[in-house]
């Protein structure tokens, strides 16, 4: 269980362009998802909390308007790249927090996807 | 606020012998700890985790680590190493901090395994 994808797995983008990547929890709901952004040969790095059906919570330097956050449903997260540029080029990885199962709530475990690899030219 | 170092960001070692990678972390909080390894253009797998109750704990694929609160260390062994486990390893904090979790990562540790 607490299985999640991402879709695309690789994306090429000309500058100035928009890049959709999704996020989805297949066999649970996640009420809570993460973005994560990571450098070559560097860790991860939050991005934004994803909150099921209210505004993401950004970290600090994470421009809002550029990377747009979307919780719409219980089981998928959107992350935009608007107008993306080579400096936005890295690779993005989302996560949400695994289910507690019969008890309710959630651990403070989190599974993540596989990445998605986003080149702009 | 809370931190992880990962002192070593490439551990070269020979197929068979035994490894560790170390973590040390920093806390105001309680905090839960975890180790996941990334093979090359994928995403993160939880190997093992530690969130309360006996201090080793064991993963997935051969692997343990020990937590020690005193030394604030969580170091990640393998008696025996295989060429499959040459990958990134990353050591994560869980801490609760304005009502929300919030996980720190380190900067990771390139294991790679010689033939």
């Known amino acids: 269980g607490a299985v999640v994808s991402q879709h695309p797995s690789r994306v090429i983008c000309k500058s100035g362009t928009s890049v959709k990547i999704e996020c989805r929890s297949l066999?649970?709901?996640?009420?809570?998802m993460f973005w994560y952004r990571q450098f070559p040969k560097k860790s991860l790095m939050l991005m934004a909390t994803?909150?099921?059906?209210?505004?993401?919570?950004?970290e600090q330097g994470v421009e809002k308007d550029k990377f747009l956050i979307n919780h719409a449903s219980l089981t998928l997260s959107t992350l935009t790249v608007t107008s993306a540029h080579p400096e936005d080029s890295s690779f993005y990885i989302c996560?949400?927090?695994?289910?507690?199962?019969?008890?309710?709530?959630?651990?403070?475990?989190?599974?993540f996807g596989p990445g998605t690899r986003l080149t702009v030219l | 606020a809370q931190s992880v170092t990962q002192l070593d960001s490439q551990v070269p070692v020979f197929e068979e012998a035994p490894v560790e990678l170390r973590c040390n972390y920093s806390?105001?909080?309680?905090?839960?700890l975890f180790w996941y390894v990334q093979y090359p253009n994928q995403g993160l797998q939880l190997l093992l985790k530690?969130?309360?109750?006996?201090?080793l704990v064991k993963g997935i694929n051969g692997f343990e680590a020990e937590f020690n609160k005193s030394q604030t260390s969580f170091h990640l062994r393998k008696p025996s190493v295989h060429i499959s486990d040459t990958a990134e390893y990353f050591c994560?904090?869980?801490?609760?901090?304005?009502?929300?979790?919030?996980?720190?990562f380190g900067t990771g540790t390139k294991l790679q395994v010689i033939p």
């Open positions: 994803s909150n099921e059906g209210s505004k993401a919570t950004y």
């Open positions: 530690y969130l309360s109750g006996s201090t």
């Open positions: 066999d649970f709901q996640a009420t809570t």
């Open positions: 994560a904090v869980s801490a609760h901090s304005g009502g929300y979790q919030k996980v720190t």
């Open positions: 996560s949400a927090r695994a289910p507690r199962g019969k008890t309710g709530g959630f651990t403070d475990t989190q599974y």
């Open positions: 806390s105001s909080v309680s905090v839960y």
